[in-house]
């Protein structure tokens, strides 16, 4: 732990004397940073102009209609242009095309790219000469391609498929000529690979063609020789003979039923007829026989002639009825071959009934050929559709290799790039750029100086000067939120003396320190050449213990971060005041470093009565005090009860809460103080929100006791009070196994609380017993059924 004087904490920088030292050492500034300008101009006197040219190449396909094949489609874009122009860059700086560029302007000559010393002067080949290093020697074709790739610069222009070839050279028309010469060489290579891929194509698709021809006339022949060895000829559209065989019986035998059908029903029609009395002459059968005919026209010649004899004689005149005898003869004959009709008719029908069973029987037949028909059509299809498809492939295959040998036979094959716009020599050169170069000298030069000179006068401490005590007026929030008058005789609280306090803290052992190190105490003020504070310089168990509060501290530090996320924010700040002021029971505990004599033993405060749930909440809710730390006379569930009833008051007052089991002993499926101090879990694994997300949760945890020698519990609580508003702290029944003593020194108030059946005087002396255990201050709480009795 680390400690500054009054003097360097209450320090502060003179801005007017930083500002003076630099206008004083203004002239000495404005000399030097001349002078860098001018050795920096006079260095760019001997670096040789450049001049620069540009030449710009678009990517894209270069297919139409006229050139495209008639199956394929036109190219489209699939959103990985940047992908396709990286590459395109790639092969511009490619080996290949720089060296067809190198043969074609003969660079192999030209002095500034063969390394001969024409490029000008060089820094780094002046140092290497003068230390006697010479370069390693490559070949010239190595060393025009390292030199041309210095001065060429390949770039995309944003969100664009064009390529800008940037050369820079000494010569301006050579560089312009370097320019379009690596992208017509670029544009070249290009339309000879599509050109060789395609030739390559070809050469695939003959040798495809040469077999696949002889796999279709395989599949062919299999197809013919089938057919022939399981007689399966087809007819017209494509049908087979069975087929054809079947639809016609099957038409024959519904043309004969028809038929029968007829003939029946128009027999059967004329005997009824005839049976019913029921002139026949309107059946078209028997209309349509001569004999019918000539036998009603002869009744229908008497019928006229009876009824001209009936105007002049009588129906029992002989001539009337040997008219009328007539007339029923021919009925009677028209009935007679009424009946030869219907037997003609039936006869009929029953000569296509038989034709219809015969129609059947071959139908029968035709069936079961059918079915083995069937049954050899389907190895038929396959045989076919194999033969399909290899006469498919063959004729797709046939179709592209005739389109790609006449592309490679007419060169006729357009690259997927093309030069947009040619460079041209440039009239200014392109480097060094003197004023940027003079602009970044000056501005590096006055920065550093200043620099320089701010940081002397910050180290020898001439710009350090002490900073004046600052008023601080109290706020609202300073104000005590309460009059002494408002609490009870056994509620107020003397500050003891500061060499009580300190002759308390000394008593305690030193192995307790980093326990009592977090607490929060009140500050004991030691002069400097007291004896307390030299002992404390030569005493190197403090500076142990200085140690352990540094960590502590950390912790505590780690902690806040890991639980802000799960509680309110409370101004710690606003707190503070009230906390300090306010609370009746503020343990005692030295300061960490600064150790007095011993001096007479403190007094222990006594209570002289019971303080109740309700001025314990009061308190809570007044800010009286944040830390309740509950034990215990008889039984935990004691605590469980008075907790419960302090964190619903404090939820109920719109307080953050956090309540933590170090007492119940019953092991939990979250992660808790048990797994906190075995060092199973981090500060963040065991703080839960409780089942309604209303308050903070510590649980028991999964571990049978929390470890006696683990501060991490202590220092959790204490994080807690300054995260959270109410901190209720649960340490089961006072005894061997209770966890209260690993909380000593908590900057909170220790309520004993006494169960329904407890005897005061039991309860007294257990509190008696903490008192000699180390504890200030112990305040005895009774549950509400003994506060009623």
Not at 91 to 116: H, M
Not at 585 to 591: I, T
Not at 602 to 624: E, F
């Amino acid at each position: 732990m680390t400690y500054e004087s009054p003097a360097v904490r209450d320090a502060r920088i003179d801005v007017s004397a930083v500002l003076g030292a630099v206008i004083a050492r203004l002239p000495r500034i404005i000399i030097v940073t001349l002078v860098l300008l001018a050795l920096a101009f006079v260095a760019m006197m001997f670096l040789p102009r450049l001049y620069e040219s540009s030449a710009s190449i678009l990517v894209e396909s270069r297919s139409n209609v006229y050139t495209r094949a008639a199956n394929e489609q036109a190219p489209t874009s699939n959103g990985n242009e940047t992908g396709v122009v990286s590459s395109q860059i790639e092969l511009i700086k490619s080996r290949d095309t720089l060296l067809k560029v190198i043969d074609q302007l003969d660079l192999r000559s030209v002095p500034e790219f063969n390394g001969s010393g024409g490029g000008g002067f060089s820094p780094i080949a002046m140092i290497s000469s003068l230390l006697g290093r010479k370069a390693t020697p490559v070949s010239i074709d190595e060393t025009v391609l390292d030199n041309l790739l210095g001065r060429m610069t390949v770039i995309q222009e944003r969100d664009s498929r064009i390529i800008s070839v940037l050369v820079r050279s000494q010569d301006p028309q050579l560089a312009a000529d370097i320019a379009n010469a690596v992208a017509y060489a670029h544009v070249t290579r290009r339309a000879q690979l599509s050109i060789s891929d395609t030739a390559e194509a070809s050469g695939w698709l003959l040798d495809e063609i040469g077999r696949l021809r002889v796999s279709v006339k395989e599949a062919e022949t299999a197809v013919a020789n089938y057919k022939v060895s399981n007689d399966l000829f087809t007819g017209p559209n494509n049908t087979s003979l069975v087929d054809q065989q079947l639809s016609t019986i099957a038409g024959q035998i519904n043309a004969a039923q028809e038929r029968r059908n007829q003939a029946a029903s128009r027999a059967a029609l004329i005997r009824g007829m005839l049976d019913r009395g029921q002139s026949i002459e309107g059946v078209s059968d028997v209309r349509d026989s001569a004999v019918i005919q000539n036998l009603s026209e002869e009744k229908a010649r008497l019928r006229s002639e009876k009824a001209q004899k009936a105007a002049t004689l009588l129906p029992s005149h002989p001539t009337m009825r040997a008219i009328t005898a007539q007339i029923e003869e021919l009925d009677a004959q028209i009935s007679a071959e009424g009946r030869r009709v219907a037997d003609a008719l039936e006869a009929e029908a029953q000569i296509e009934g038989d034709l219809q069973a015969s129609l059947e029987a071959d139908l029968t037949r035709t069936k079961t050929s059918a079915s083995t028909a069937t049954q050899d059509g389907v190895t038929l299809d396959g045989l076919q559709r194999e033969a399909k498809a290899q006469r498919d492939l063959l004729e797709a295959y046939l179709l592209r290799y005739n389109e790609a040998f006449s592309k490679t036979e007419t060169n006729s094959a357009l690259p997927d790039v093309r030069v947009v716009s040619e460079a041209a020599p440039s009239v200014v050169p392109a480097s060094p750029k003197t004023q940027m170069i003079l602009l970044a000298v000056g501005i590096v030069a006055l920065a550093g100086q200043i620099g320089l000179i701010v940081f002397s006068e910050l180290i020898s401490g001439r710009a350090i000067v002490p900073a004046a005590e600052p008023q601080r007026n109290l706020d609202e929030l300073d104000a005590q939120p309460f009059s002494e008058a408002e609490l009870e005789p056994e509620q107020r609280w003397e500050e003891p003396a500061v060499a009580e306090a300190a002759s308390e803290a000394l008593s305690e052992p030193v192995a307790e320190t980093a326990y009592l190190a977090p607490v929060v105490a009140p500050e004991v003020t030691l002069p400097p050449e007291s004896d307390a504070a030299v002992a404390l310089e030569q005493d190197p168990i403090m500076a142990v213990a200085d140690d352990q509060l540094e960590s502590a501290s950390e912790a505590k530090a780690t902690i806040k971060a890991l639980v802000s996320e799960l509680a309110r924010p409370v101004n710690v700040q606003d707190a503070t005041p009230v906390a300090a002021m306010q609370r009746p029971e503020p343990s005692v505990a030295a300061p960490p470093r600064r150790p007095v004599e011993p001096a007479a033993p403190v007094s222990k405060p006594r209570l002289a009565g019971l303080i109740s749930k309700d001025d314990l909440a009061s308190d809570l809710m007044l800010g009286r005090t944040h830390l309740v730390v509950l034990a215990a006379h008889n039984a935990n569930a004691d605590c469980e009860a008075l907790a419960e009833q302090l964190v619903g008051d404090a939820l109920g007052r719109g307080l953050s809460v956090a309540l933590v089991d170090a007492g119940s002993a019953r092991p939990s499926a979250e992660l808790g103080l048990t797994d906190l101090s075995t060092d199973a879990a981090s500060f963040g694994d065991v703080v839960h929100k409780s089942a309604d997300n209303s308050f903070a949760e510590i649980p028991w945890g999964r571990g049978r006791a929390i470890a006696r020698h683990s501060s991490k519990p202590f220092t959790l609580i204490e994080a807690l009070g300054d995260i959270y508003e109410v901190v209720v702290l649960k340490t089961g029944k006072v005894g061997l196994a209770s966890t209260l003593p690993l909380f000593q020194g908590l900057d909170g108030r220790v309520v004993l609380i006494a169960g329904p059946k407890d005897d005061l005087q039991d309860v007294s002396d257990t509190r008696e017993q903490l008192y000699d255990a180390g504890f200030a201050a112990v305040e005895i709480a009774a549950l509400d059924s003994r506060v009623a009795a």
